[in-house]
């Protein structure tokens, strides 16, 4: 697989002494409320894992009961990830695994909601059937910045640019990161399934493809204003199609995170749109 290649363009955006001088906007009539809240969900994953089809309906249950306010992200690496000899796709790639190092987790399928940690110390949640009462919690959380995407795609040479804006609702202190992702829906291929049958035609959703910056973050600054836009372009390109790699079913999932607390990052706000409309 080819690594995404991509490159930030200041766009009007500087850097001074590690912090971010950006250019200030006059927004009076713009608010946001909890609804402006956008929960990312980073499902670790495995075409091995007898639970993970189980797992993966539960978070689609949760996408159809809260629209548009949920972004997966379908990490396939690490234990149970291994494609089958006859797998017509190996659904890894470097920079999942390289995400997926970063958690110890009891079993799969686990999820990482926002990246906090609710209970045990980097202890993502294995247990399927709580993931919703994390994920209402995090929905009722304080927006402190919005974030929004948009992405031109050239069909023919399969080269994309990647627009994201964000917005601080308050005056911010800490460190702060951008991510983007690359996913891709209606993959067909093997998957083990709970009573230990193997089910041909699987259907595997919001499988991380890539990502657009580098799997650690972008580093975007230790100081965000209120009410003043930070943006960042990225451009980046996708291998030819394998039979996977169709950009009509691929999404980009942008988020953004910080540690204000001087302990660890946790994802602010996310948001997840189409490669093509």
């Not at 713009?30 to 402006?36: A, G, K, P, T, V």
């Not at 799969?108 to 990246?115: F, L």
């Amino acid at each position: 697989m080819n690594k995404i290649l991509f490159f930030l363009l200041f766009i009007p955006v500087l850097f001074y002494s590690s912090c971010v001088d950006e250019v200030p906007i006059e927004i009076p009539e713009f608010q946001l409320n909890n609804s402006e809240k956008v929960v990312l969900v980073e499902e670790l994953t495995g075409v091995h894992c007898i639970n993970c089809p189980d797992g993966a309906i539960t978070l689609k249950n949760i996408e159809a009961q809260y629209p548009g306010k949920i972004a997966v992200i379908a990490i396939h690496a690490g234990a149970l990830s291994d494609p089958f000899p006859n797998s017509k796709y190996d659904l890894r790639c470097e920079d999942g695994i390289n995400i997926e190092k970063r958690w110890t987790y009891l079993g799969k399928p686990a999820a990482v909601i926002d990246r906090i940690i609710f209970e045990e110390p980097d202890i993502p949640v294995s247990g399927y059937t709580s993931w919703q009462q994390y994920i209402q919690k995090q929905l009722n959380d304080t927006v402190k910045i919005n974030i929004e995407a948009s992405v031109d795609f050239d069909t023919l040479k399969r080269e994309g640019r990647l627009n994201i804006a964000l917005l601080p609702i308050e005056d911010l202190q800490g460190q702060f990161k951008v991510y983007a992702a690359l996913t891709e829906d209606h993959i067909v291929d093997l998957q083990v399934m709970k009573n230990g049958t193997i089910n041909e035609n699987y259907e595997f959703e919001n499988v991380l493809r890539d990502m657009i910056t580098p799997f650690n973050g972008l580093d975007i600054g230790s100081e965000m204003k209120k009410n003043t836009i930070v943006t960042r372009t990225f451009d980046f390109s996708i291998p030819k199609s394998d039979g996977t790699w169709i950009p009509k079913n691929m999404n980009v999932v942008a988020f953004v995170s910080a540690n204000l607390d001087n302990t660890y990052e946790k994802v602010k706000n996310a948001v997840k749109v189409k490669l093509i409309k």
